[in-house]
């Protein structure tokens, strides 16, 4: 029987970029990490041994244990269990505030770049009017007139991650909208809405891609901040950020308490900073001939 | 150059204007009668009447806000709902009391990153490098208020070294300028790492080395000033950013200042004060981003 070789596919983008991605050792790190998180977030409430939410004043205050293995927090409530449901409030509230930005970003920035003249000027005008203001205190201004809540926090530091996108993608268009598979496009007659959308946007995902990813640790950081405030609402529901900020009352006796939220946004956080750079390098071209 | 600042500056007018029509919208957005949300939820009808005739409310929209721009222009920014005094002398003590933190935490990231990105640029690719790196990657993934809260921990609870919080001392400074100045230093140190990489690779550091000048005054007399003129601008950019983020600060080590002040007047809903908070910080916001484009622009001969 003769035996023919195949040659094997040619890599397509995706898997060359995982490739890419897989070489980043601190990457991968970050990745491995962060699916801990995604799992708490996604079993959380579920596999946790104590009720997160269930006050138990007779157990307060207990420093890490076999029975609490990161102890109980000030109303004797298991810290690990809150910390381990507290992943979904920080989680989908960096991924929401995130989802939201682009909602509003990248529609915006299509339309200034694409159609240029006066909805340039005037989305680009909006946007140099919400840079005006540093990132945290647009925040607090859009939590001031939505109100206090979780939800609310999520709408306000997604509107103020808006205007990022909006002017990278509006560049993005410029650049591409003179491009000749653009121009074609237009020429065969097809209408503007599908020619943004089918030639223009998916031009516009690379550079999306990594400021969303670089962006995500923001996101998930402010969320967290506002929490800590005490703008996220009900004090009940397990979120890091107003965890750290009711055991920072107790840090002489009971260190634990603090510590235990803290070190969780800490490790979130970083494993989202390790995890972008590495997708960032992965789609950045320059970086990528360099190793390549 | 004067043409060049004049140009740079007019341009800033329309900005703060949009920024005064975004905060005037933003607080009219809230449901509700706008007389009674600037007269407070406690007012008294007669109290209420006086607000709706001082802001205009019986007018068009255009209207209100010119009575808006004016009043602050004039540095008049209404009456507190919770305290019943002038929003304008509340703030500026506050104002005052961020403006030092900020400063403070400036002085703070300097001091530290602009040296570590000389070592790290010197003793590329070795140990200094590699720590620098690390450094800059827990100094972005460490939040100010997480930081804070670890730093009130270890040097203020366990060894005493600084008070708790408050802000009746210099030593009272020193957490809160930290927590907020390690963000930039992360900052500070790539980016001078990348820019004096760039400088040391130059044909005038070349010829510096060449007339025999000991390696230090090569670094540090001919490569380190051009390198220098990037990292000013995210001085810059970073001092506006501080503006917004000394909130967190201000939230752990309970100091005075007006990002506290903020979310305590949002979470009692005092809104001429969430109003002229806001308007003080991005204007100031503002001018010092303004700032850093005419420093940029006197620091390097090529835009003069």
């Known amino acids: 029987m003769a035996v023919v070789a195949v040659p094997p596919p040619a890599p397509g983008p995706a898997s060359r970029f995982w490739a890419q991605v897989r070489r980043d050792r601190a990457g991968v790190g970050g990745l491995v990490l962060f699916a801990l998180v995604v799992a708490g977030a996604v079993a959380g409430p579920a596999v946790v041994p104590y009720d997160p939410r269930q006050p138990n004043l007779l157990a307060a205050f207990q420093p890490p244990s076999a029975a609490h293995l990161l102890g109980t927090d000030q109303l004797g409530r298991d810290l690990f269990s809150r910390v381990v449901a507290g992943a979904r409030a920080s989680l989908l509230g960096g991924l929401g505030a995130l989802g939201v930005s682009l909602a509003l970003g990248v529609p915006a920035g299509l339309v200034a770049g694409y159609a240029g003249g006066a909805w340039d000027d005037l989305l680009m005008g909006l946007v140099e009017v919400l840079m005006s203001f540093p990132g945290v205190l647009l925040a607090l201004l859009a939590v001031a007139v939505l109100g206090a809540g979780q939800r609310n926090v999520v709408l306000a530091v997604g509107l103020a991650s808006a205007p990022v996108f909006a002017r990278l993608v509006r560049g993005s268009a410029l650049a591409l909208r003179e491009q000749e598979f653009v121009v074609a496009a237009r020429a065969l007659g097809a209408t503007p809405a599908r020619v943004v959308v089918r030639h223009v946007l998916p031009g516009c995902v690379p550079p999306i891609v990594v400021t969303a990813v670089l962006r995500l640790g923001i996101t998930i950081v402010t969320v967290a901040g506002l929490g800590f405030l005490g703008l996220g609402g009900d004090p009940a529901t397990p979120e890091w950020g107003a965890m750290l900020s009711a055991g920072a009352e107790f840090l002489r006796a009971a260190p634990h308490i603090a510590l235990a939220p803290g070190g969780a946004i800490l490790l979130t956080v970083l494993s989202v900073n390790l995890f972008g750079d590495a997708v960032a390098d992965a789609l950045n071209p320059r970086v990528r001939a360099r190793r390549g | ?304």
């Open chain 2, 1 to 304: 150059m004067i043409v060049v600042i004049l140009r740079r500056a007019i341009r800033t007018v329309p900005v703060l204007l949009g920024a005064s029509v975004l905060v005037f919208a933003s607080i009219r957005l809230i449901p509700g009668d706008p007389a009674l949300i600037f007269a407070g939820d406690h007012a008294t009808p007669e109290l209420v009447a006086q607000t709706r005739r001082e802001l205009g409310l019986d007018r068009p929209l255009w209207a209100q806000y010119a009575i808006f721009l004016r009043r602050a222009v004039m540095g008049d920014l209404g009456t507190s709902t919770r305290t019943g005094r002038p929003v304008a002398g509340e703030l500026m003590h506050r104002y005052r009391m961020t403006l030092l933190l900020a400063g403070a935490a400036i002085a703070f990231s300097v001091t530290v990153g602009v040296p570590l990105g000389i070592v790290a640029a010197v003793r590329r690719g070795r140990g200094p490098d590699k720590a620098s790196v690390a450094v800059a990657l827990l100094g972005v993934s460490l939040p100010t208020f997480l930081l804070g809260v670890l730093l009130q921990l270890v040097l203020a609870v366990r060894l005493g070294w600084f008070p708790v919080a408050g802000a009746q001392s210099w030593q009272h400074l020193v957490l809160p300028a930290i927590s907020l100045g390690a963000f930039p230093v992360a900052h500070i140190t790539r980016l001078l790492r990348t820019s004096l990489l760039e400088t040391l690779g130059e044909d005038y550091t070349r010829t510096a080395r060449a007339k025999g000048l000991p390696e230090s005054a090569v670094v540090l007399r001919h490569a380190l000033k051009p390198a220098l003129i990037p990292a000013v601008t995210i001085v810059g950019l970073q001092f506006g950013a501080m503006l917004g983020a000394s909130v967190f600060a201000e939230a752990v080590f309970t100091w005075p200042g007006i990002g506290r002040y903020l979310v305590q007047a949002i979470a009692f809903r005092d809104y001429p004060v969430v109003q002229g908070a806001v308007l003080l910080l991005a204007a100031t916001y503002v001018t010092a981003n303004l700032a850093v484009d005419l420093v940029y622009a006197w620091l390097d001969p090529r835009t003069r």
